[in-house]
């Protein structure tokens, strides 16, 4: 059975970069799989921020970037600010209509 | 604005059923595929189904093959997810969105449905 892997947790200080990637257990991540990005707060619904790999969904500030970074899918974050704390997650589209999360990276800016 | 919005949260007894909803506006809503996402308590986000905009083709995770049904009423612009055979580990807050460039776009708030006896 396909995994989509993230890091369970990374921290970044305020105003530092910080990336996050998006692996398979099974194989290599390319734009193929059209990897997208999401953040979440605590109690609140996801919020989309990248998709199709790269493009930045409207309003999301150009701090956020999507990439393929060797066999992963990767979302940079460039300038943390302390409000970018948040779980972030990856969705991969595995094609035949299904796509799968990966687990989420709890994200600590301090 | 484009917005969803999920409705009939409720708690159900294991084994049962429950009916969620999905009322979009702000888009035109017959040319985009929906999306149903859970998240568990405490856990990460799980992709359960999706439906084109033309009901052409339903999809489903492995987890709710044959116990979920998605379906849609474009006249309505709403999108359903029938649940059946409810299980303790189905108990989650249910998202819906919408699809574009394989990708779940705007999302609605979330409905909670608990299974418990």
């Known amino acids: 059975q396909t995994v989509v892997t993230q890091e369970p947790s990374l921290s970044v200080s305020p105003g530092g970069t910080v990336t996050l990637t998006c692996g398979l257990t099974f194989g290599s991540v390319s734009t193929k799989y059209s990897p997208s990005w999401y953040q979440q707060t605590p109690g609140q619904a996801p919020r989309t921020l990248i998709y199709t790999t790269n493009t930045r969904s409207s309003g999301v500030p150009d701090r956020f970037s999507g990439s393929i970074l060797g066999n992963k899918a990767a979302l940079t974050i460039t300038g943390a600010q302390a409000d970018d704390e948040s779980d972030y997650y990856c969705v991969l589209y595995m094609g035949d209509g299904v796509w799968v999360f990966g687990g989420g990276t709890k994200l600590t800016v301090l | 604005q484009i917005q969803l919005m999920e409705s009939g949260r409720g708690v159900v007894q294991p084994g049962g059923s429950l009916r969620l909803s999905c009322t979009a506006s702000g888009f035109p809503f017959t040319t985009y595929g929906i999306h149903w996402v859970r998240q568990a308590p405490g856990k990460g986000l799980e992709w359960l189904s999706f439906?084109?905009?033309?009901?052409?083709?339903?999809y489903y995770a492995d987890s709710v093959q044959g116990r979920f049904t998605i379906s849609r009423d474009n006249s309505k612009k709403m999108v359903y997810l029938q649940m059946n055979r409810l299980r303790a580990e189905d108990t989650a807050v249910y998202y819906c969105?919408?699809?574009?460039?394989?990708?779940?776009?705007?999302w609605g708030q979330g409905a909670q449905v608990t299974v418990s006896s």
């Open positions: 439906i084109r905009f033309d009901r052409s083709n339903e």
């Open positions: 969105a919408e699809d574009a460039n394989w990708a779940l776009h705007f």
